[in-house]
């Protein structure tokens, strides 16, 4: 026996070391086990992704069969044009859903109006390590003097490069790596930019999670709002020579204006890459399903450049989280249904329908696999959020940074210095209040 | 009490008809009042709060009122829609009274045109107005193509402070234009044809007949447009909201920002609605300000055929 336990201790080592970096962790023991319920009730849910709804429905199947007999939930999907509005309608009259699904930069408004549940004294009771979560994905669902984690992250989603294969070829450009630098990324992008056929090189600049932060982000700060959510960060030197970079590229016509695309969502710019009109784009993994399925030529996708001081690729990295009602009547039932979701059981549903990523780590290998035998490489999106930056912005502040500001460099031509400044005005103002 | 039956009619059998009326007039009356009566007292008491919905509201008296005097946000929103109004409102009742003159004559195909022009009437807002926001994406939109040939394909229309406006103005007017006609339509088939054939026995021509004849007859269906007008364009919502969704809603540093807009931001974004309140009492205190300035004013200019005003 003594023989082998050199060796595998060594094994053991290097399995936990390479644990540790987010692939895969031990499968034996579950990383987050379910509970049965101490007693079923009636429970509202309430989600805003269509997409999600079915595989949603089937684990709460499987919760109630399993774990909570005699328990009834009713599911409701409401589109994300409407979620919010509802949402604060039904905070106004008092009646959440004992369950609902929160973004990351919406979540303050209701854990400072006390609208939502702490979950913290339920992570500590299921003997839940929250650690295991990538403090991206927890860290903006943090609430109140103790740091008590308020929400059950469902996924992740992390922005890499898509790329069209066809266009590279018929520009006779190489395939980029990880290993890419801006510089690697302006040369391409002017390389493909083709302006007697409509064609540009790139559009990497829409809407907060998918564009131009995270040029800011591998830099090394935070962008937009710094961590401890005291101060713009868009005027610091760094943010500017990112800004500055982008604007170079639209300016030279390599990127088109927000007009040109019609509109200044990563959806927009997305919709304009699918229709063949640029040749990279910066997305999201939530994109994948819509990328196999509409794009009619052959692509793959890459993890975001480096910048060449700090040769950092980062992306910024978005969970959509679980919460409960503050004024639920089932709260303990609640808590219960939410640990389900989250568990390695839970989110197996999610992994194996493909489309989302589930936040359990223990997932991860099951969601890349759940591709199949495709030519993309899932694994960037995975390997995009070993350096990611957590999400700093909030409601209030969204449209200066996702959209003026936007407007104001990639639309109306406005200088770097000047955006940001007024984007910083209403920024401050804005974490002053608070 | 029987003073209080009195009200109802004299005798039982003129009561059983008020009753009747009273009770098939009810289902409106209570609609009204559930639906609108009581929400018009309820956004009174909001006015007078500190609430975001959530927590307990607070008492701050006329402090809403107070905040929206000084608050440069009313006053941009104020700004704008004026200048809606002085676009939207000439040009649309020019183009619809003209309309309603061609479609007045012997026209071949004349309902069918009377139909294309209602049309934008009954499509759905959202709809027409998307369609208009694809028109004037700048190089390869409709308009984009039509201002190539002097240079102007790429005027960003919907994100440009000074523009975005015309873009929202065409929707408004081009929507409306079929109701007003409808309306100035009606007014001049009302007109009697002797007038026009004694005129013209005199040696009147057509440009003399419009002014002595038309115009003033017409003038109490114009009136009615215009109050109809004034209303409506207080209150335009659904084109800035849709055309500057994908670009940044309300315009840039909302240059398209209407009160409407602003009172919707206002509740919904900002969670503030005891001061969304007042903004709604503010603008219904500015539409009745215009329209009591325009009834006041109407006496100068509104010929009343039957001569009873």
Redesign the interface.
Known sequence: MTKFARPLALVLVAALFFGVTGVTLAQDAPAIAPQACAEPGELTMRVWDENWAAVIQESIDAWVADYCPGAVVTLEVVPWDQYW?LL??N??SGDLPDVFNVSQDRFF?YAE???VLDLQPYWDEFGVDTTLWGSGMIDPYRWGEADDLYAAPVNWDTIVVFYNKDMFDAAGVEYPTSAWTWDDFAAASAALTDPANDVYGSAVYSEYQAGYTNFIASTGIPPVVGAGRTECTLDEPRSIEALEFLQGLYAEGYMP????M????AT?SFNFWLAGRVAMVTNGSWSLPTAIEQATFNWDVVQLPRNPETERTRSIVHSVGYVAAGNSDVPDLAANLILYLVSDEGSAFFANAGGVAPANPAQQQAWVESFGDTTVNIQAFVDALEDSQGVTVF??IW?AAN??LV??IF??NVSVADAVAQACGFIDAQLAAQ | MTAFLDLFGKTPLTRRRAYWGLALVAPNVLGLLFFFGIPVVLAFRTSLLDW????PPVEIGLGNFEHLLNDPAFWNAFGVTLKLLAVVIPIGMVLSLVVALMLNRKLHGRSFFRVVYFLPVVTSTVAATMAW??MF????GLIANVLAPIGLQDL?????PDLVLFPIAAVVIWQRLGFDMILFLAGLQAIPRQLYDAARMDGADGIRMFRHITLPLLSPTTFLVLILQVISAIQIFDQVYIMTA????GG??DSATTLSLFLYETA????D?GYSAAIALAMFAITLLLTVAQITLQRRWVYYESGSE
């Open positions: 509005t604060r309608t905070a106004t408004f109006n006390g609208a204006s927000v007009s040109v019609g509109g200044a969502s927009d409601d209030e449209d959209t003026e407007i104001n639309d109306l | 975001n919905g959530i927590r926001t694809w994406q700048p190089r390869y960003n229309w919907l994100t440009r994908r670009t940044t809603r840039m540093n919904f974004t900002n969670s609605l």
